[in-house]
């Protein structure tokens, strides 16, 4: 769903910008065919005036003199003096007591267990049945069993010698194309 809708959109966008690129083609072309204006008057730089010597200011006010405090400061009023809450007693009533857990009669005796004797395992396993199934035989090969010896074809010998490697020149060949015509 939200892919439909993003493709309107983007194709909705395209519409719009390719058709205000050609409004903007012939507004081009307009400003192309109308005569060049005359070029702006130049504007002239104002003046800075200048600014007065620091000898020439007045001098600064003085400071006033502010009175000096009295050694002794007044005295802080005393905030009142509250009254004594007392809390009422405690009533004296006893808390309830929780009731007691009943005491459980004691278990009785079990009877002792059975004196059967459990059966005896045996300590050596039967032999297992033995299962040899039956391979058919097969049959006699005709292949040779000694194989024919290798042909006395002689491996190929190497050099033992490394041949040398040519020389390059150290001339470049004049190429006629490339050369100067005779002088006649």
């Given at each position: ?113 059975p004196s059967t004797q459990l059966p005896t395992l045996p300590t050596t396993l039967p032999p297992l049945p033995t299962f040899q199934p039956q391979i058919p035989s097969l049959p006699k090969s ?43």
């Open positions: 769903m939200a892919f439909p809708k993003l493709f309107f959109i983007s194709s909705l966008l395209v519409v719009i910008l390719s058709a205000s690129s050609t409004q903007m083609i012939h507004a081009a072309r307009h400003l192309l065919d109308t005569p060049a204006a005359a070029p702006p008057p130049t504007l002239a730089i104002p003046i800075i005036p200048s600014l007065p010597n620091p000898t020439q200011l007045p001098p600064l006010p003085s400071l006033p003199t502010l009175p000096k405090p009295s050694t002794t400061l007044p005295t802080l009023p005393t905030a009142p003096t509250l009254p004594k809450t007392t809390l009422p007693p405690l009533p004296s009533t006893p808390l309830p007591t929780l009731p007691t857990a009943p005491t459980l009669p004691k278990p009785a005796t079990l009877p002792p267990l005709t292949l040779p069993t000694v194989l024919p010896p290798l042909p006395a074809n002689p491996l190929p010998s190497f050099p033992s010698t490394i041949p040398s490697i040519p020389t390059i020149p150290t001339t470049i060949p004049s190429i006629p194309f490339f050369s100067p015509p005779p002088s006649n």
